[in-house]
């Protein structure tokens, strides 16, 4: 177990209460340290991307089919324009952008027909978007596009970012050395222009400042930016600092925001999968999680499955911690964490609220898993079959005698592919190898 610091404050010790959980004064065997030039200016949710299956509606299909034929934007019943491109990741077939609002839809799963009830919709919500809603408004807001796209859309998974902007910290000279993390991914830039990660996923086109990424885009990742440097080169800094202004100071009408000072983002990214770990591993199925809407005074019953957005809230400010966890700063390795490090992990609080729950992920159980192999095994089989000019009844015959059906229905029913859908989609797949490649 990893000690912490003790925590206390001049208002404390002068009240004879020995600790505050909330003190700028940090001691250990280490040592005492002021933390009380740390502010963190706030915590918000800085990306939601929200995942639906459901049967897409076929007029607004052909609508969107003949504005990508025609390179010209695509317009909504109630007058939002969108620009629409084909989609370069997740399977999806278009990309509809709106950088004004904040908003990224993506249409149409590659491999299952868009008559079928698939998950054929991701609504990606930015920053900016976010913080002009409350909640509960951003999960209808959600759900109102997806019933724009789709026939009875179903949430499957939501992925959230998380973020704390700093002040009066930032990462030290000995880093990485101190830094304990699981993953074997890091991606370390320092004023390098180099942009080597999906778009959306870390701000890395710095020509100055540095960032620093651990983990993977499809697992838990760990964000480190110099936030001021990323908002100017984007052309931002004017919204975030008046964002961060919000923070009151020490003294009345004044701001805690130093706009001398760099502010430090540390970010950690939840992958839908995680999300769904963290669901098996903590919640009760017959629980209920009640969240506070704070701008209206209601309370939301929310799902113990976490796939909708407004299913998380009330357990992001515990995700956090955990993350904090996962992703540790320490003064002695294994030993004893860094007091500032501590501060980040135990005072951020999104949107007031937070489930006194003990957060444990679950992973897949042995002998399940190795998506890639199955994945792998089926791509490589297709494309024999597909030299061989087998017609698409003789390639499932052949791939149920072959040993990896059963792995490979399974695969795919965690992803919600039904046995019917899963023929259909290697129908697809078999056309495309005898069509485009890999034969």
């Known amino acids: 177990m990893i000690e912490k610091w003790k925590r206390t404050s001049l208002e404390a010790l002068c009240s004879n209460d020995l600790y505050d959980t909330r003190g700028n004064i940090m001691i250990s065997e280490a040592g005492q340290v002021d933390t009380s030039a740390f502010k963190i200016l706030s915590s918000t949710v800085d990306t939601i991307r929200q995942l639906y299956k459901g049967v897409l509606k076929s007029d607004v299909l052909e609508k969107l089919q003949h504005c990508y034929d025609t390179h010209t934007n695509f317009t909504t019943s109630k007058g939002v324009e969108f620009a629409v491109g084909g989609a370069m990741v997740g399977g999806y077939k278009f990309k509809l952008q709106n950088n004004d609002i904040g908003l990224i839809v993506l249409v149409k799963h590659r491999y299952h027909d868009e008559k079928l009830d698939a998950p054929h919709l991701k609504i990606d919500l930015s920053s900016k978007l976010i913080e002009s809603l409350d909640p509960v408004e951003t999960q209808q807001y959600l759900d109102k596009i997806a019933s724009y796209w789709l026939n009875d859309p179903q949430p499957t998974g939501c992925a959230v970012h998380m973020a704390s902007d700093i002040q009066g910290w930032k990462p030290p000279g000995d880093f990485l050395s101190r830094f304990v993390c699981r993953s074997k991914r890091i991606s370390v830039n320092t004023g390098i222009s180099q942009m080597s990660m999906e778009a959306g996923e870390i701000a890395t086109t710095y020509n100055y400042g540095q960032s620093l990424l651990f983990g993977t885009a499809r697992a838990l990742q760990c964000a480190i930016y110099n936030k001021t440097a990323e908002a100017k080169y984007r052309g931002k800094l004017h919204y975030w600092e008046a964002l961060w202004g919000r923070l009151g100071g020490d003294e009345p009408f004044t701001s805690a925001y130093d706009p001398e000072q760099p502010v430090w983002r540390v970010e950690f990214r939840f992958h839908q999968s995680v999300i769904k770990e963290y669901a098996s591993g903590t919640l009760d199925k017959t629980g209920r999680y009640d969240f506070l809407n704070t701008a209206t005074g209601e309370q939301v019953g929310t799902d113990w499955r976490l796939l909708r957005y407004i299913d998380i809230v009330p357990h992001l400010s515990g995700l956090w911690r955990k993350a904090a966890s996962s992703f540790r700063l320490d ?27 003990e957060y444990r992920r679950v992973k897949r159980p042995a002998g399940q898993g190795g998506e890639k192999n199955i994945q792998l095994g089926l791509g490589n089989l297709l494309s024999i079959y597909a030299r061989q000019r087998f017609t698409s009844q003789m390639a499932i015959n052949c791939l149920m005698a072959s040993g990896i059906w059963p792995e490979l229905v399974g695969y795919y029913a965690a992803r919600d592919v039904n046995q019917s859908q899963l023929m259909e989609l290697i129908k697809q797949k078999l056309i495309q190898r005898r069509l485009v490649g890999s034969t």
């Open 331 to 357: 003064t002695k390795r294994g030993k004893l964490i860094d007091p500032w490090w501590q501060r980040l992990a135990d005072d951020p609080l999104f949107f007031e609220t937070e489930q006194k729950l």
